[in-house]
């Protein structure tokens, strides 16, 4: 099975698509960009070989029961639960169909959102419309580079991010978990390096990880550091990217995470909102709030062309 493209690197441009199904009877054009979706990376890739291209498309568990009632679902794919903290909360958003869609170039990632809106016409509603940038070294807003403790050799993103002999019938597919989130630079600007440095737990400047005496317990990558019960590390696949509309003051993360099992992301989620111990909440959310937070199944390239041709 051939999974999408969910172990790519996050690119310079993304454009974050969430959509609800408009006309629950129509689902032949839900249907159609399935099919649709990757042809138009082809082409694209196509004509600019010197550009990357790629669109991830994924499916909300109500859009999942909608579009394929007769088919099996896969195990996790489940409205996302909120999760309610004493401080903080992680709401759950609606999401029905979500694209993930990168390239090199600005214009090529807005050819492509617009293709497959286009194709999806009226049978859907726009929900959430995100545009990421690279930010300097493939850093965060707030400064710090994002993705340096992402998995690495091929072998180890796909064993991360994608569904293998655990669910047969899904295999190649993957768990997509999206969490928009806002930021309040005045407070963020008002810390000083060594204080922000605390918060994520690394160096602002080198991206060296801070050591264990140096490193508080509710650093951000202190509290999403998890292990299984044989104490191996559990990682997921992130591609978060930057945004920003500065004339509004909004600057903002969107964090993605890419998975073959929510259990791990959603065991990450609770450590940053509730904490683990109890109260031991993430340092990062007193300066970010989540806005939205929605799962999505992501099928196999092969699952895809069976969805498409889908009577059900
Ligand atoms: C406000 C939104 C977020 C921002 C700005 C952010 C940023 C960062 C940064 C700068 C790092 C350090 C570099 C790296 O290893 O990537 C990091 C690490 C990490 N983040 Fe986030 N992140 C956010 C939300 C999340 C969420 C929601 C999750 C999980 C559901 C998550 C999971 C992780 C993990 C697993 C690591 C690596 C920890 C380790 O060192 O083992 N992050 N993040």
Redesign the pocket.
Known sequence: MREQDVTFKPGNHAIFLVFGLNKPDDTGPVKAICEDAPSFVRSLRNRYPAETVSCVLGFGSPAWDHLFPRRKKPKELSPFAEIKGEKFTAPSTPGDLFFHIRSSRADLAVELASLVTESLGDSVFPIDEVHGFRYFDGR???G???????PDIPEESRRFAVIGDAEPDFKGGSYC?V?K?V?DMAAWNKLSTEEQEKV???GKFN?R?LSDEDKPENA??AV??IEDENGE?L??V?A?MPFANPGKGEYG?Y?I?YASTFTT?RK??EN?FIGDPVGNTDR?LDF?TAVTGALFFIPSLELLDELAAAED
């Open positions: 965060a807003i707030l710090f580079v994002d993705g340096t403790e992402n978990f969490q989130y930021h994520i737990g690394r991206d990880e951000h990558n999403t550091n590390e990682k997921i992130r978060n993360t964090f995470g992301t990450m989620l940053m990062i970010s």
